[in-house]
């Protein structure tokens, strides 16, 4: 039997990242809020239970081997814990730049696992999914996360979903940069108590883009910004045209800023576009809750927007 589901894999935003400690293991213990946006990567899932193993195909950008893509790993991880037999053939559209601090393959890692349980019927309860998210990255529990909207501790695998504020226009500057995480982490002082004075405990303030834009800071900023001028010369850029706040997301060379209205972020983006013809804008918006892939053809479908 052959079932088949399309979808799109959202990207996201570090609304507030900050971080706390730096482990004898070299990880870096952090503090993030974490947004799911209205854009991301598309893939389509073809699940032949008569089939055997993974088979990845990529378009719209070069990603290597794809036995070492996370989308490919979430696959075979899938198989091996559920015991389900069958294989796989997963068709990557990429939307989201590599290194771009947007989370692109965490969040293709983290749907393929939601679709395929759905596919098979569910045979992973919850917990065991987020065990498997986490052996595949520090982001990727988020998008197994009931809500889109959420904050985490530690490695960024220790989730606390809150009700997300209302949706919201949001730009995204993708410039030709591309920054690898572990080289950003390295850019850190490891002298230097980075720990901010108290964590965010008012989770009132995170209910209103008001109270966000309080808090919405980013501890890579600095360092970045002095690899790379582009970067802050886009993320004053964005403040110009008037966005609620504009930052840096996660370890990445992506800039986005949040807006009040779409006919505003329409109207910057054009003119961001014609300052920086180099740099890739994007106009979308903060989603209130996951696309939940349903096999086509079947009643709570999502297709592609």
Same mark, same amino acid.
């Given at each position: ?11 996201? &935003? ?19 809020? $974490?947004?799911? &946006? ?31 893509? &996370? ?71 988020? $998008? ?75 501890? $890579?900023?600095?360092? &970045? ?11 004053? *850029? ?29 109207? *910057? ?6 300052? $920086? ?29």
């Amino acid at each position: 039997m052959i079932r088949e589901v399309e979808f799109r894999a959202p990207a996201k &935003l570090n609304l507030r990242l900050r971080i706390l400690a730096r482990e004898l293991s070299g990880y870096h213990q952090i503090e993030t809020l $974490f947004a799911a &946006l209205d854009w991301g990567d598309r893939l389509r899932l073809t699940w032949d239970s008569h089939g055997d193993g993974v088979e990845l195909e990529v378009s719209g950008a070069d990603l290597g081997a794809p036995a070492r893509n &996370l989308a490919h790993r979430a696959a075979t991880a899938y198989f091996s814990a559920s015991g389900i037999r069958g294989g796989v053939r997963i068709r990557l559209e990429k939307e989201v730049p590599v290194g771009g601090g947007l989370g692109g393959g965490s969040s293709d890692a983290g749907m393929v696992l939601r679709a395929l349980n759905s596919l098979a019927g569910e045979p992973l309860e919850a917990a065991a999914l987020s065990r498997l998210a986490g052996e595949l990255g520090a982001d990727v529990p988020f $998008f197994l996360s009931p809500v889109p909207f959420a904050l985490a501790w530690g490695r960024g695998d220790r989730i606390l979903p809150l009700p997300p504020p209302e949706p919201a226009p949001v730009v995204l500057a993708l410039p030709p940069v591309q920054v690898e995480t572990p080289w950003a982490y390295g850019l850190l002082d490891p002298d230097e108590d980075m720990r901010p004075e108290g964590a965010t405990h008012d989770v009132g303030a995170l209910g209103s883009w008001e109270g966000l834009s309080d808090l919405a800071t980013n501890d $890579f900023e600095p360092v &970045l910004f002095r690899h790379h001028p582009l970067l802050q010369n886009l993320k004053e *850029a964005i403040s110009e045209e008037g966005a609620h706040f504009a930052l840096l997301s996660g370890s990445g060379s992506s800039l986005f800023g949040v807006f009040g209205a779409a006919e505003r972020a329409d109207r *910057a983006a054009d003119r961001l576009r014609k300052r $920086f013809p180099e740099v890739r804008f994007v106009v979308t918006r903060t989603r209130t809750e996951f696309p939940q892939p349903r096999e086509e053809g079947r009643p709570g479908d999502i297709g592609v927007p």
